[in-house]
């Protein structure tokens, strides 16, 4: 890596880097291992919400987010408020975690109409956004690689969620980046530009090659093909300085002794990104 290598104090273990692993489990281990920052996924919180809050910040810990809300897109105007009502929900539970931000998953297209999903999804967060305002919750708009658009997002290029993100106030919704959905990208050092403070997340992982599968194929940073650091560079020389989430969906690393698995993370967070 260039100049100075980064110390720890940003690395936040996402949730999911440890999915068999309960709440209590993965905030004991991250006290353990010196870990300060804890990315929360709504369904691995087991307690009531305030209940976890408390649990993490007894630790020690702080929640950097909330994943996910978002999926507004729905073939009913009944699923559509039910989807908003969750939202709703979502912006509460990050109230009580302790994290200003919620990373917002945009969902796919009920019918095949595309553009009519991603005005949906431009619907949804204006629906959204007064409340979480209120509530001072930062909504970040997460763009997932192409691969996801038939089943997870429509929003699948940094220059579509920066297109979205600017339609309204850049204190309250921005944009997360994972290098996993966004490295592909020809457009991508544009766009992290563009962004400027819009940026409210950095998430890393790495691509691997061959990939042993489209979700569950993510591997430590380091093991595959993504210019980690250049990404790195660049989010924070567009102003980015906050958390920086480790987010591997791999079952291998799931199996992993949950210390030895956070010495691995740690390991290739200072040596790859």
Known sequence: MDG???????LSLNQISTNTRTLGETVEACSRQGIR???AWRHKIEKSPAAAGQL???AGLRVSSLCRGGMFPAASVQERHNRMEDNFRAIDEAVA???DLLVLVNG????RDLDGARIMVAEGI????????KCSVRLGIEPLHPMFAGDRSVIVTLQQANDLAEAFDREWVGVILDVYHVWWDPNVYTEISRCGNRIFGFHVSDWLVPSPGML???GLMGQGVIEIHRLRRAVEAAGFDGPIEVEIFNEQLWQTPIDDAIRLIQDAYLNFV
């Open 97 to 99: 975690l302790g994290t």
């Open 37 to 39: 920052w804890l990315g």
């Open 126 to 133: 204006e629906a959204i956004l007064p409340y979480a305002r």
């Open 4 to 10: 100075e290598q980064p110390d720890l104090s940003r």
């Open 216 to 218: 569950m194929g993510r």
């Open 108 to 111: 796919a297209a009920p019918d």
């Open 56 to 58: 993490i910040r007894s």
